[in-house]
């Protein structure tokens, strides 16, 4: 049934109830004239009908609180992302090379400088890493991963700086890895992801006291950089790893850190 | 006594306040559980976006324009994860109503309701911009205007997309009957 544009757009505006009075009138006159314009009012009608008496659906009662379990309201956060990851960023001593176009995303993290030399922390905060320098040389410990949700590897390597965390995932669906380095003697000294993965940032990345929580959804290779903390003796080795997803812990398990 | 607008509830939400996000997810997680769910004929994914959607907003909440409505961030937000899902799942491309019954889990057979099925597969058999625009105007209640901040479209550009979308839709119900 064809019928004149004009008369369509006022009649699906009048359906919308976003009709003037002026554009009613000139309704009212179509109406009048057209019955292919009456029929076709009468078409939209029975659809938007058919769209009023859509139930709408309930969420699952538990939906509320498990969010709320997944958040940490910005007082406690630690967590800084940079909306342009190059900007404002310079090369930091350490060894790491900056070679452009391979950087996906640096994070800086702020650390507690509580008992730490002032210059170790200045030196320390916001490496930048190309993507062929993330693989940190140095023997270490590895742990594959072929769970259900998610796969992939954790390794632990020596760094020029201290150690390096690697982690190369791949998950479909939203997976939290948490791991205590604070129960490690260790504390974060920088983040960086490279151009390995799907081309996207990882979810989130949050450090919470000595915990690094990291949600992991598609594809993603990061690194996270280590160092002992000055009283890391009095801690013990193994770096606890928690694999979690819609809050229920799916793996555990633990990686010896390097001393 | 009032409840405070969601601006105000987002002011507090950066402040530190849990009482206000939580106001703000209790307000808007049946639309956007809704909307998630009319995209992608699913709970499952429809729980799953609705949580990665308040996620995002708590993780983005200093980057909220407050001149900017709330519930256009959100519903942007819900309206982009769905289409995430679909892409990931490779289902970005219409379905016909032939494998949408043959995909159906037990959650969507034990529907007792066939006129909102008939739709939901009416829905499904359309492309994901046009379904996009239909959520926001029939199970979102949005304006022209509201549609097109959402979606970053002119005005005529909604427009002609809802009425391309009806057509669809009509011509999906009669076929299958339901309209």
Known sequence: MAIDEKYEELINADIDGELSSSERRELEAALDSSPEAVAYRVELLELNNVFHNIPELDPPPALVRNILDQVQLPAKRKFFKLPSPLAGLNPVAGGLAFAAGLVLAVVIYENDSRNVPQQDTVSMVGAMVASDQVNAPGQGNNLLLELDVLSGSVSLNLSENGQALEFDLNSNQAVEIEIDLEKAGLMVVGFAQDDRGDGSFIDTLELLGGTMRVVNQGKHHFVIFVRQTPDSKNHGKDIRIGISQDGQRVYEDRLGSIR | ?179
């Open chain 2, 1 to 179: 006594m009032n409840e405070p607008d969601d601006t105000t509830l987002m002011e507090q939400c950066a402040k530190g306040s849990r009482q206000a996000f939580e106001t703000l997810l209790v307000r808007y997680e049946k639309p956007v559980y809704n909307a998630a769910y009319r995209m992608l004929h699913s709970r499952d994914d429809a729980r799953d976006v609705t949580q990665t959607v308040f996620l995002k907003v708590y993780e983005n909440l200093d980057q909220y324009d407050p001149k900017y409505r709330f519930f256009s961030w959100i519903y942007r937000i819900a309206l982009n994860e769905s289409v995430n899902v679909l892409k990931k799942s490779s289902r970005l491309e219409p379905l016909n109503t032939e494998t949408i019954s043959q995909t159906q889990g037990p959650e969507q057979q034990a529907s007792s309701d066939e006129m909102s099925e008939g739709v939901q597969m009416a829905l499904m058999a359309i492309k994901s911009d046009y379904r996009s625009i239909v959520v926001l105007k029939h199970v979102l209640g949005c304006s022209y205007t509201e549609i097109s901040e959402i979606l970053e479209l002119p005005e005529k550009t909604v427009k002609s997309r809802l009425y391309s979308a009806r057509q669809l839709l009509k011509e999906q119900l009669d076929q299958d009957g339901t309209n």
